[in-house]
């Protein structure tokens, strides 16, 4: 079979679960498996979950194991693609730690296999099936848990020197503010990220503030505040909520203002849980901070920035076209 004709597999390895999609020519879903990740059992258990998703993923999408080009993955942490390794995976593991990953599930599938990390994969499907496309600058933030993002510059994902371009969430925005997840103070994951909201709320309840939010978690069964509850307490104009997430807000307007005076792309594609459930309406006052900040504001109307429009699929379909791009 001709290689542009062939699919190609993509894998969203999150921490959580991970997603398998048997991709097209022109980007489109043959075959999808998703099941839980269950990192508890250890790198080479999940490694083996994987490889028993692509099989049933394969024989969903109705085409032989001859027609698959190649698998593409995306990695929740840093990686060296060149070298097909696993740094480390927080969210997985101490067995990830400088695993041959590459080497390994190529082995098991006997395809061959490349890998990236999973904000940079999920910046590729945005950028050649989603909210970037056609565009040949483009910056894409995703707000969750934590923060991270992912640069296209001229039509290609761009890396860095040592593969760390991109790490917008650890980009500091307050000198001597909150403790980051990496162990620093003021960075833009621990003022404007999803962890940063929670930490806020219950530091406001700890202090005594009345709120809505101890009664929705108990009443959906969660330790954490999920997106969703911190929308259902914002939509219901909880004070604490709204409070937290305009902070929230003011934070990523100076993160998005910081990125586009740094490398002036030409739209800002922002997603993740929190864009997710709280849609639109959320970026509006993110895009006037982050105008207000913009070193050309008289042609600030020439940078988008908008919600990314591939939701869960954005990092299959990334790393399925890393993969036709590295492997064809």
């Known amino acids: 079979m001709v290689t542009r004709h062939k699919a190609y597999i993509g894998i969203d390895l999150g921490g959580t ?47 032989k194991y001859r027609a698959i080009g190649g698998v593409g993955v995306g990695v929740p942490g840093p990686v060296q693609p060149k070298e097909g390794l696993v740094v480390h995976c927080p969210n997985l593991g101490p067995s990830w730690n400088h695993l041959a990953l590459e080497k390994r599930l ?42 991270g993002g992912g640069l296209i510059v001229d039509g290609k994902l761009y890396t860095g020197a040592r593969y760390s371009a991109g790490e917008v969430g650890h980009m500091p925005l307050m000198a001597g503010g909150p403790v980051c997840s990496c162990g620093r103070q003021g960075h833009a994951e621990a003022l404007a990220s999803r962890s940063a909201m929670e930490r806020e709320i219950r530091a406001a309840l700890d202090g005594g ?31 604490v909520t709204v409070e937290v997430v305009e902070k929230a807000q003011y934070y990523l307007g ?45 042609q600030a109307d020439q940078v988008r920035v908008v919600r990314a429009s591939l939701g869960d699929y954005s990092g299959a379909l990334g790393a399925a076209v890393l993969a036709r791009q590295r492997l064809a």
Do not use: W
């Open 106 to 147: 190529s082995k098991h599938l006997q395809l061959p296999v490349t890998i990236d990390n999973d904000v940079n994969v999920g910046a590729v499907g945005e950028h050649t099936y989603g909210a970037g496309r056609g565009s040949e600058h483009m910056l894409a933030i995703f707000v969750g848990t934590g923060i």
């Open 254 to 298: 100076l993160l998005v203002a910081a990125c586009v005076n740094l490398l002036d792309p030409q739209i800002v594609v922002i997603g993740g849980g929190v864009l997710e459930r709280m849609g639109d309406a959320y970026l509006e006052p993110v895009r006037n901070v982050a105008i207000e900040h913009y070193i050309n504001s008289e």
């Open 209 to 239: 503030r009345s709120s809505i939010v101890p009664d929705l978690m108990a009443r959906q069964k969660r330790s954490d505040m999920s997106s969703a509850i911190l929308g259902d307490a914002y939509d219901a104009r909880d004070s």
């Open 17 to 63: 679960s991970l997603l398998v999609a048997v991709v097209g020519p022109e980007g489109e879903i043959l075959g999808e498996v998703k099941r839980k990740t269950k990192p508890e059992l250890g790198a080479a258990s999940v490694i083996e979950r994987m490889v028993q998703a692509v099989h049933k993923a394969i024989a969903r999408s109705g085409l």
